[in-house]
T-cell receptor
Framework: ETGVTQTPRHLVMGMTNKKSLKCEQHLGHNAMYWYKQSAKKPLELMFVYNFKEQTENNSVPSRFSPECPNSSHLFLHLHTLQPEDSALYLC?????????????FGSGTRLTVV | GESVGLHLPTLSVQEGDNSIINCAYSNSASDYFIWYKQESGKGPQFIIDIRSNMDKRQGQRVTVLLNKTVKHLSLQIAATQPGDSAVYFCAERSGGGADGLTFGKGTHLIIQP
């Protein structure tokens, strides 16, 4: 394990469902990130949180709603998703944002929207 | 806009040979670069990083080279092993105050026995 834990590992949801993805890190990091990984596309940055404050929303549709209650936990709330939202959603953390540190990634949640 | 990309989607090498994976970037303001390895079913794993004030950095069996003149980054893996089979991504930080790393598409490294 990398120190970044994502749950669930797999999720199948209908377009009218509401679900949440959870990410937890025990590395003492202060920045957390959501990335989307689709087949044959680069990882796409979705959201950045630094010391619990959202510092970047990379033009993500409002059907994705992030929440960061503290520096160790990050959620991604999902509602009325589309089939094209099916992808691997990766959470990452780093000591702080906007700095020259590598990210530690979780194993991701494989989301399928039916 | 800025982009980070890899030259080849797939690279096949013989076990024991050296591997070289290339990456081109377009943002001259980028000041930090990282190589990640992603195995099937796992998230990306940090391999090695380099700052823009360096042109070479070595780790265990891996070397990263940075050529800022032509905006080119490469990852060299010495004596490739079966466990090196994975998709390799380069990533950059733009250095312009933007948060978040920008990733390339990835190169799938295949090790032939």
């Amino acid at each position: 394990e990398t120190g970044v834990t994502q749950t669930p590992r797999h999720l199948v949801m209908g377009m009218t469902n509401k679900k949440s993805l959870k990410c937890e890190q025990h590395l003492g990091h202060n920045a957390m990130y959501w990335y989307k990984q689709s087949a044959k596309k680069p990882l796409e940055l979705m959201f950045v949180y630094n010391f619990k404050e959202q510092t970047e929303n990379n033009s993500v549709p409002s059907r994705f709603s992030p929440e960061c209650p503290n520096s160790s936990h990050l959620f991604l709330h999902l509602h009325t998703l589309q089939p094209e939202d099916s992808a691997l959603y990766l959470c990452a953390s780093s000591p702080r944002a906007n700095s020259n540190y590598g990210y530690t990634f979780g194993s991701g949640t494989r989301l399928t929207v039916v | 806009g800025e982009s980070v990309g890899l030259h080849l989607p797939t690279l096949s090498v013989q076990e024991g040979d050296n591997s070289i994976i290339n990456c081109a970037y377009s943002n001259s303001a980028s000041d930090y670069f990282i190589w990640y390895k992603q195995e099937s079913g796992k998230g990306p794993q940090f391999i090695i990083d380099i700052r823009s004030n360096m042109d070479k950095r070595q780790g265990q069996r891996v070397t990263v080279l940075l050529n800022k003149t032509v905006k080119h980054l490469s990852l060299q893996i010495a004596a490739t092993q079966p466990g090196d089979s994975a998709v390799y991504f380069c990533a950059e930080r733009s250095g312009g105050g933007a948060d978040g790393l920008t990733f390339g598409k990835g190169t799938h490294l295949i090790i032939q026995p």
